[in-house]
């Protein structure tokens, strides 16, 4: 389903360079539920933006359903982005000017179905929110509604970077339980994740290490 093919990516800061990928290689089957694990700096993050298409490496390519992600025009990249992946953040990226609903509505170029939404935030216990804003919600409830854009066009692959990062105990248990029943719906999974118990519901770790695969 996804295949990445010695991804090297190098970064220069005041005439310095960081390699944050060094010739990473690895396959994801349609349904896996991995979690990208390693120290700080390693790459984690790196790896995770290329896979979604959204930072182009320098060496090496990324293939999804056999087609080259990065040979992609930029009609049909954006497809990929906007159909193919879903995107959860440590930062929620949600639009301080829209509600609840209209945040996630508006993740779908086509606005997704109104009962579909409001399905989900029902099951995200947000359902009574769904006309607040923002910055009348709690980090829980910033994320679930995160969680929901990123799903509701029903994308093969989910991507979480750092989800609980913002998270206490139990809201980090009940985003990961919405992340677990997407999976268990069909849904593929790649988490990266400091949290070794949020990292505990992956079936499979891949390890990077100062930019390489371990």
Do not use: W
């Not at 349609?30 to 060496?59: E, N, R, Y």
């Not at 508006?106 to 607040?132: Q, T």
């Not at 991507?159 to 990062?165: F, Q, S, Y």
Request: hydrophobic share 35%; net charge positive.
């Amino acid at each position: 389903m996804l295949e990445v093919k010695n991804i090297t990516k190098t970064y220069t800061k005041n005439g310095s360079t960081f390699t944050a990928l060094n010739d990473v290689s690895l396959n994801v089957d349609k349904g896996d539920f991995a979690a990208i694990v390693g120290p700080s700096g390693s790459g984690k993050s790196t790896l995770l933006h290329t896979i979604g298409g959204l930072i182009k490496p320098d060496l090496g390519q990324v293939f999804y359903k056999g087609e080259n992600v990065y040979e992609k025009n930029n009609r049909n990249a954006n497809l990929y982005r906007k159909k193919s992946i879903g995107f959860v953040f440590q930062q929620f990226h949600l639009l301080p000017y829209l509600s609840v609903f209209e945040n996630i509505r508006m993740s779908d170029g086509k606005k997704a179905n109104k009962k579909s939404i409001e399905y989900y935030l029902e099951k995200c216990l947000l359902l009574s929110l769904k006309n607040k804003y923002p910055s009348e919600l709690s980090v829980g409830e910033k994320q679930r509604t995160a969680f929901i854009r990123a799903i509701i066009s029903e994308p093969d692959i989910l991507l979480a970077d750092e989800p609980t990062g913002n998270l206490d105990p139990e809201n980090s248990r009940i985003l990961m339980s919405l992340i677990t029943d997407f999976h268990k719906k069909g849904g593929t999974v790649l988490l990266v994740s400091h949290d070794a118990e949020s990292a505990n519901y992956a079936s499979r770790k891949i390890t990077l290490q100062q930019g390489k695969l371990i």
